[in-house]
């Protein structure tokens, strides 16, 4: 497959080539982030950057298997350079493989002898001790799954420059989720949740298993099995522990506690605080955890058509990130609203539901938004395909309408 073009990072990364800042591209492994290096230096090659100043290293790939740490990461770079080409570009995939990485892409950058972006799947990858070197001198790019609107365009569902959609394809969405690797195969179970689940347990053994040198896989396993049971319900690690209890494994919470970190760190799974909106301040109790993507769980699972609820807030929550909000679920009195998303000074609130058949269901869904004391824009998305509930000031769109745009429109409360 032909790497597709993904707009909305492109913009973003572009204009920080030829500026003094290393371009740091994280996320979960096979969600993109090697073809977006190969598309970056495609556009390069577009402006007429030539071959010999466009250093590549990927470390996933054997070739470059001889380049163990720093020592060697800097005698091959400095090797390649060439000073009568001009400065030269380096990108450097899955950059955490190489031992002092940060050591030489702080030497490089400070003798201002390339621009660099690198990869990497693991969130600590700026949070070590030797990453303060470049504290403040890079600028981070999260990469998540496709997008539906993504989906639609590496499926190939498109009109000349209109991205068409239809409820199968959404079905699809839910099922195989957004990870690229899946549109080189047949959309069936047979082929792609062997595909996800084999792609899941790569990940487990590369990125925390190894990694954190977990003595014990099968309690690991354990524990992501509950989280991805639950993905979308509020979730304690004594909650855990006693479900392991209840199979007669013994995990202390600290255990459980260090074994969800290792998940996070891999983007397998995501946290997602609590937030008194009447007490303006995040809860330390009582979170929840979204799936890193929804195709690998059904990989691992199974699919079930009875998680339809958690599958929805899942996908609205991985929209939100990717569309650059912070977010948190929100806590009012007994009442729970699904996200609060918010991005450079604005807020919203956001309920998720499959759909409002009843007076009951959007009463449940509306009051709760009714009751929040604030004027930031509120908002519920189902996937009612016909109808739409006008109440109270509190926009009510179809979830695939919603997601079908790159971006929510501007706010006139706001201009």
């Not at 390339?114 to 070197?133: F, K, P, R, Y």
Request: charged share 30%.
């Amino acid at each position: 497959m032909n790497d597709i073009e993904r707009p909305s990072y492109l913009r973003q990364i572009e204009p920080f080539f030829e500026t003094p800042v290393i371009k740091v591209l994280t996320g979960m492994r096979r969600v993109g982030k090697s073809s977006l290096l190969r598309l970056l230096m495609r556009h390069l090659a577009q402006r007429g950057i030539s071959e010999s100043q466009i250093i590549y290293i990927n470390k996933e790939s054997m070739e470059w298997d001889f380049i163990r740490g720093d020592t060697d990461l800097y005698r091959y770079i400095t090797g390649r350079i060439d000073a009568s080409s001009g400065k030269p570009y380096l990108f450097i995939d899955e950059v955490q493989e190489v031992s002092g990485w940060e050591r030489v892409v702080n030497s490089l950058l400070a003798d201002n002898r390339a621009d660099i972006t690198v990869t990497g799947s693991n969130a600590g990858l700026l949070s070590s001790e030797l990453a303060t070197l470049i504290a403040g001198r890079y600028i981070e790019f999260p990469v998540f799954p496709l997008s539906y609107r993504e989906f639609l365009l590496f499926r190939g569902v498109h009109s000349g420059e209109t991205v068409n959609d239809d409820p199968e394809e959404f079905r699809l969405f839910l099922r195989y989720g957004g990870l690229p690797g899946i549109h080189t195969l047949e959309p069936a179970d047979a082929t792609v949740f062997p595909y996800l689940n084999a792609l899941y347990s790569t990940i487990v053994l590369k990125d925390v298993v190894s990694r954190n040198r977990i003595r014990d896989p099968g309690q690991l396993d354990r524990i992501v099995r509950f989280v991805f049971d639950n993905a979308g319900n509020i979730t304690t690690a004594k909650r855990i522990t006693d479900f392991l209890k209840n199979q007669k494994i013994t995990a202390g919470v600290d255990k459980v506690l260090h074994y969800l970190a290792c998940l996070e760190q891999a983007f397998l799974i995501r946290r997602v605080l609590r937030y008194d909106i009447k007490g303006l301040r995040h809860l330390e109790l009582y979170e929840k955890y979204y799936v890193g993507d929804v195709g690998l769980r059904h990989g691992f699972l199974g699919y079930r058509d009875g998680d339809i609820n958690g599958l929805l807030e899942n996908i609205v929550y991985l929209e939100l990130l990717h569309r650059g909000y912070r977010v948190s679920i929100g806590k009012l009195g007994d009442r729970e609203i699904d996200f609060i998303a918010e991005r450079q000074g604005k807020r919203m609130y956001i309920q998720v539901s499959v759909a409002l058949t009843s007076g009951e269901t959007v009463e449940r869904e509306f009051s709760a938004l009714e009751r929040i004391p604030d004027n930031h824009p509120k908002m519920v998305l189902s996937l009612d395909e016909y109808q739409r509930v006008n109440r109270g000031g509190i926009r009510h769109e179809n979830l695939r309408e919603w997601l079908m745009r790159e971006d929510d429109p501007p706010d006139p409360r706001y201009d």
